[in-house]
Each structure stands twice: as C-alpha cells, then as structure tokens.
Nanobody
C-alpha cells in the first residue's frame, strides 16, 4: 500500500522549532521529487519547500527562507522539514507530497502523485 505519513507537528511557542517527518511506504522516494505544503484555516494550500530528485536542489517560499530546511534520508525512505524561528503565521496543517519527476514545484500541486494526511503545527504563546 502506497502511503506517506507525516509526524512531528504540535504546539510550539513563537521562536521555537519543530522537525516534521514524512515516511514513505509502498514505494521508494529516491525517484520522487518531494514537496512540503501547508494550509491555514480559511486559506488556500501553499507550497513551503520542495526538493528535486534529479540533483537534490531545494526551493523555499520567501516566507520561510532562512528558517526552514528540507532534507531527505533515502536509507530511511523519509523526508524531513526542520522549522526554526517559528512564527504564528506558520500555523497550519502541513502536508508532504511526492511527484514521480525529476523536478519539484511549490505551485503545481496537481503534479504530485501521493499526499500524506497532514500534521497540525500551531505556533502560539
């Protein structure tokens, strides 16, 4: 069964950190571009970060650049999103997604083949 399972969300104070994990099963992430997306209440889903499968190039939304880092561990078939200096506006449900392609996109959500169920991140004092 093909599955992506996110974990690591929670409640954190502004300025704090969280590391999200996205574990794949039923397929190998090596050949997939990976994206992290988030959706805040009443807002559209937006791309946060992505990593291409071809050369590991990484991309970030301007709002998280310098604070978030995407990485992958192919041996564990897992992708991570390290989030530092969190702000209240980072609150939302975070989703990982996999696209059987060389290149990733922060915008073309319909390109992604598999999606996780999401994990809630709440940044609040």
């Amino acid at each position: 069964q093909v599955q992506l399972v996110e974990s690591g969300g929670g409640l954190v104070q502004p300025g704090g950190s969280l590391r999200l994990s996205c574990a794949a099963s039923g397929f190998t992430l090596d050949y997939y571009a990976i994206g992290w997306f988030r959706q805040a209440p009443g807002k559209e889903r937006e791309g946060v970060s992505c990593m291409s499968s071809s050369d590991g190039s990484t991309y970030y939304a301007d709002s998280v650049k310098g604070r978030f880092t995407i990485s992958r561990d192919d041996a564990k078939n897992t992708v991570y999103l390290q989030m530092n200096s969190l702000k209240p506006e980072d609150t939302g449900v975070y989703y990982c997604a996999a696209d059987f392609d060389y290149y990733c996109s922060l915008y073309a959500t319909t390109d992604y083949d598999y999606w996780g169920q999401g994990t809630q991140v709440t940044v609040s004092s």
